[in-house]
């Protein structure tokens, strides 16, 4: 449930359970230990609780882009927590795109690969119904996730690193990454962003390997050689499976 923060004494009344508050929302379930427990799993076959990083990806479809950034942030972690947004509203399902990761990273042997699960908030269940029209509801709602991340999540994992690619294009991811870089600090939490790979475009300069890069040449042009290029081996066996 996300509400006011100026409800919290309500809801905690009625037996729902604060998750994280900021200075516009407030977010509660009626759970005790609902996210511990969650998260608690992902612990299983972990030895290390120092130096521990972690990306949160989507993954549609997975290129090499995301395999670069995967790779780069393992070498510097001695565990490195993958989860892949688990909302269902990308080109290619979930289940696929949690696979692939899986794939892409089997040789990574310092990397664990999640679903993101219920508490990584997503366009899907953030409610915007209370807000008033001036606000931004973006802003909102990552302040929100990063907060959650940072006070409950990251301490359950032993993270003390986030990575994120750099963003030249989409305006909501640049600024998301600019609230990490403000919240994550607070809770003890390193943000590192990475510049991202680039291969030359079709009029000789460099162009950045993205998923919407690979998406919008697949629309256009289907499973072509130049859309294989920019995908890991198994995003190309599945693509050619996929896209017949």
Known sequence: MITR????????SCGFYSLAETEAVLMLENK?????NYYKKFLAGTDT??????????????????LALITYAAKSCSLLHIFV???????FPFADRLRLVR????????VIVHPSGPYMISNATFPTY???DCEDAAKIQSELDITLFASRIAPILHITKRFAGEEPFDPVTRRYNEAM???????????IKI??????????????????????????????????????????KYLKESFK
């Not at 005790?32 to 511990?36: N, Q």
């Not at 794939?103 to 310092?110: A, F, I, M, S």
């Open 5 to 12: 923060p100026k409800n919290k004494v309500l809801f905690t």
């Open 103 to 110: 794939e892409g990273t089997d040789h990574l042997p310092n």
């Open 181 to 191: 870089i403000r919240i994550l600090p607070k809770y003890g939490i390193s943000f």
């Open 195 to 236: 510049d991202r790979i680039t291969t030359e475009g079709p009029d000789g300069k460099p162009e950045v390997i993205s998923a919407s890069r690979v998406r919008k040449l697949l629309d256009e042009q289907g499973v072509t050689d130049e859309v294989l290029s920019l995908v890991p081996e198994c995003t190309a």
């Open 130 to 132: 209370f807000l008033k």
């Open 85 to 91: 947004v688990e909302e269902n509203r990308s080109c």
């Open 49 to 66: 609780d120092e130096n521990v990083g972690c990306i949160v990806m989507n993954c549609n479809p997975f290129t090499k882009g995301h």
């Open 32 to 36: 005790k230990s609902g996210l511990d």
